[in-house]
C-alpha cells in the first residue's frame, strides 16, 4: 500500500542543516561532529547552499515553516554562512508567515559574540547547549564554558531573540536528587521558555562509553534514583508552567519547538550537511534520505557530482506507520488512530489498547491515543505492545 501523497502535510515541511564541526568533542556525545582547526567558510556556504537548491527543485510549491542548524556546534559558522543558508532556503520555498528559525549555540565568550549576527540574518530562536549550571560538572561532561559565561550568554541572547531553549542533562555523576531539583529551579528561575532536559545516557562509541566497559565511568545514579529523577522534572516542571509536551521537553503553550514537531509528527524535512538524515515525499512515495557522514567525502560529493546524498530508500507505508507510532507517542498529544490506519492499512490492536488502558499506561481520547503521565517512564514497553 502506498501512502498518499499528502500525508506529510499534519506534520509540515522543515529544512535541517548540519553543521559538522566542533571546538571539542565532549566524552557523552554520538552525533555526527568532528574538531579541525580550520574550515573555509564560503566553500562550505556555497555547498549548502548547492544541496539545499537542488532539493527545492524536487520539492516545488511548498513554504518552509522551521529551519534548524544543528551539529556539531553551528555557533561555530559565521553570520554570513547562517545568511547564506537562509537566504537560499526563502529561494528555494519561500517561508510562512510565522517561520521558526532556530539556531544551536554553545554558551561561550567567543560564540555570544555572534549572536547578533545570527539575529540579523534572520534566526529567530536560539538553543544552548548549557548541559549543567555546576561547574564541576561540567568540566565532567567535557564543556568548554562556564556557569558565569552560560548566564551571561543566557542574558545576552535573551535580549537579541524572541525565543530561547537551553539543554541540561541530569542524572549525572555522582549527582544527587536534591541537587537536581534545586539546579532545575534555579534553570526555570531564568525565565526561560523551552527546556530540554535529557538524562545522561552512555552511548557506544563515545569517550564515557570506553570509560564505561572498563569500569571507569563511576558513580552514576542506578535506575531507581534516575528514575527519581525524571518523575521530580517533570512535577517542577509542570509546576511552574512548563508542560511536558514531549517525552524530554518543555514549554508553555505556543512555546514547543515547531521545527521538532515536524520529526514528532511525520512531516516531511529536507536535510542537507554531513550525516543528515531526511524525509521528503515525492511523486513515488515517501523517500528516506542520507548523506555522507565524513565532512570532507560530503563536500567533495557536492562539489564533484552535484549531490553530498547517499541512495534513497523509498520508506513503505507500514514502515511508514511504525515510524509515526513511534514518534507520535513522545508526544503529550500521542497519536492520531485514524492516520496511522490509513498508513498501516489496519487499525491498532484493540486488545493490546485494552490491556494498556487497564494497567493505566495509555488514556485514548476519540480518535487519539495517549500515554499517560504512569506511561511515559516505560514508553518503549508500551510501543513494544502496539507495535505487534
Known sequence: MTTTSEDWRAGGF????????????CPYCDFNSH???????????????????????????????SIFFGGGTPSLM??????????????????TNNIEISLE??????????????????????????????DDDLHRLGRMHSVAEARAAFDVARDTFRRVSFDLIYARQGQERDAWRAELNEALSMAVDHLSLYQLTIEPGTAFGARAEI????????????????????????????????????????SESRHNLVYWRQGDWAAVGPGAHGRITLPQGRMATEAHRAPGAWLDAVEQRGTGELPRELIPSEEQATEYLLMSMRLNEGLDMTRYEKLAGQPLDEKAIASLIELGMVEQHHDRLCATDAGRPVLNAILRELAL
Open 14 to 25: 522543515g529544512l535541517y542543516v548540519h553543521w559538522p564541526f566542533c571546538a571539542s568533542k
Open 35 to 65: 574538531v579541525v582547526a580550520h574550515v573555509d567558510q564560503k566553500r562550505w556556504a556555497d555547498a549548502l547552499t548547492a544541496e539545499i537548491a537542488r532539493v527545492a527543485a524536487e520539492t516545488p510549491d511548498r513554504h518552509l515553516g
Open 78 to 95: 559565521l553570520p554570513e554562512t547562517v545568511d547564506a543558508v537562509i537566504r537560499a532556503a526563502q529561494a528555494g520555498w519561500g517561508f
Open 105 to 134: 549555540a554553545n554558551p561561550t565568550s567567543v560564540e555570544k559574540t555572534r549572536f547578533r549576527g545570527y539575529a540579523d540574518a534572520g534566526v529567530n530562536r536560539l538553543s544552548m547547549g548549557v548541559q549543567a549550571l555546576n
Open 215 to 254: 569500569g571507569k565511568l563511576r558513580d552514576l545514579p542506578d535506575d531507581d534514583l534516575s528514575a527519581d529523577m525524571y518523575a521530580d522534572t517533570q512535577d517542577i516542571c509542570a509546576a511552574a508552567g512548563m508542560t511536558g509536551y514531549e517525552t524530554s521537553n518543555h514549554a508553555p503553550a505556543g
